[in-house]
């Protein structure tokens, strides 16, 4: 029996706890069946609607990387990089956001304690981010910072969060500015519903403003910590993977939407060639081996970017305590996931190409797989030029650096927004 927790408004049930990465994989697929029903309406509403994330709450799903000492599988982001793939499968919107909001609660604790226990006090908390905002910098106070002003795009889940991190240059007494990473309940937060996309459409990514929110010391994190391992809420816990840059690992949890989407669109196509070919006479069948061939290839890419993708999960899995990553390989997991994503997105491309007229139409599922994973492989963890460049320079010992002057990139670019 389902333990229940009581709000003013309504009971709900506290999320079951996973055993085991088999088992999470069957909730997933139990799910994607109604997911994929609910593919029109996420569009609609620009959003994912609130059933799903119901769904994907009780089934335990959202606490695959949260921490077994906040009631979460903690089962790490191997498995959760398969959820989200299984669920993009059925619904690239949906797998996003599940990746986004679940992903986030490995960031969370990496907090102090405190914020922790504040976050993780309703097991039904999920955590929208946004990792650079612009407008006015958030200002020291006394006990904290005072935030007036702050505003940033591209901020998916909203809709369904009780919390966001938000990232912020806050100027020190010598003149320098310091980037952190804090924890803001949303309530703080005013939603500007702005997102009328191309792709992704049901991620609901829309802009936020930060009017006026105090945020106390212990919700704030240097982002210097969080890039060298040494995030103070990692002393906490025993796996290694909390002491890992964080941008070598999170990153890892948005790449399993554009490789389920690769895996939609190749099963709508084989589905459409099959029902095409299929009636054709024996010497027109032959005509059609062009089509197989894609297949084989989009399979093989598809195939080989998962493969990648859970080397480097693997690698953050079994972490030791104390592990580190030199620059090469931390270029290396960079270079891995943008290449990988670009595959999947290649294949599906490849598919599209070959799917004749009838994909323009938006009754057609390949344009909708066309279309989110192009969006998605947009995000900036994912751009191949960036990511190519940087190991080339770490695998010839050259300064990441352009020269004097060069323009440094903003911390956390990996896992920056869109």
């Not at 998605?376 to 990511?387: G, K, N, R």
Request: charge should be negative.
């Amino acid at each position: 029996m389902t333990t229940e927790v009581q709000s003013p408004e309504v009971i709900r049930p506290v999320p079951q706890v996973l055993d085991s990465r088999e088992a999470a994989l069957v909730a997933a697929r139990e799910l994607s069946t109604g997911i994929a029903q609910r593919t029109a309406a996420t569009e609609e509403l620009r959003s994912v609607p609130e059933a799903s994330i119901a769904e994907i709450m009780d089934s335990g799903l959202f606490g695959v990387v949260t921490p077994r000492r906040w009631g979460g599988s903690e089962l790490g982001f191997g498995a959760m990089l398969e959820v989200q793939a299984e669920l993009a499968s059925a619904c690239t919107s949906t797998g996003w956001v599940y990746g986004v909001l679940a992903g986030h609660t490995w960031l969370a604790a990496l907090f102090p304690e405190k914020a922790q226990e504040e976050v993780f006090e309703n097991p039904r908390s999920l955590i929208a981010s946004l990792i650079r905002l612009g407008g006015k910098a958030p200002q020291r106070v006394e006990g904290g910072f005072r935030w007036q002003g702050g505003t940033g795009k591209f901020c998916s889940g909203i809709d369904h969060s009780n919390w966001v991190l938000v990232g912020g240059q806050v100027a020190e007494d010598d003149g320098s500015a310091e980037a952190w990473y804090f924890l803001i309940p949303s309530t703080d937060i005013k939603i500007i519903d702005d997102w009328h996309a191309v792709g992704l459409k049901g991620t609901g990514s829309k802009s936020m403003l930060v009017e006026d929110a105090f945020i106390p010391a212990h919700r704030a994190v240097r982002f210097s910590d969080l890039g060298a391992g040494k995030a103070p809420g990692a002393v906490l816990y025993d796996a290694g993977h909390y002491s890992l840059p964080y941008d070598t690992v999170w990153p890892l949890s948005l790449a399993g939407a554009p490789l389920g989407a690769a895996v939609g669109a190749l099963n709508a196509f084989v589905k459409a060639t099959t029902a095409r070919v299929a009636a054709l006479p024996a010497d027109v069948q032959a005509a059609n081996a062009t089509a197989f061939a894609r297949i084989a290839q989009a399979g093989a890419q598809i195939d080989a970017s998962r493969a990648l993708l859970l080397r480097d999960a693997a690698a953050a899995d079994d972490a030791l305590p104390g592990t580190t990553f030199t620059r090469l390989e931390r270029a290396a997991r960079s270079r891995n996931l943008a290449f990988a994503v670009q595959q999947c997105r290649e294949a599906v491309n490849t598919l599209y190409q070959a799917s004749g007229g009838s994909g323009v139409y938006l009754t057609s599922d390949m344009q909708r797989w066309w279309r989110d994973v192009n969006a998605a492989s947009q995000h900036v963890a994912f751009t191949w030029d960036l990511a190519a460049v940087a190991f080339g320079r770490a695998a010839t010992g050259l300064e990441a650096m352009g020269g004097p002057g060069a323009a440094k990139p903003g911390p956390g670019a990996a896992a920056a927004g869109k």
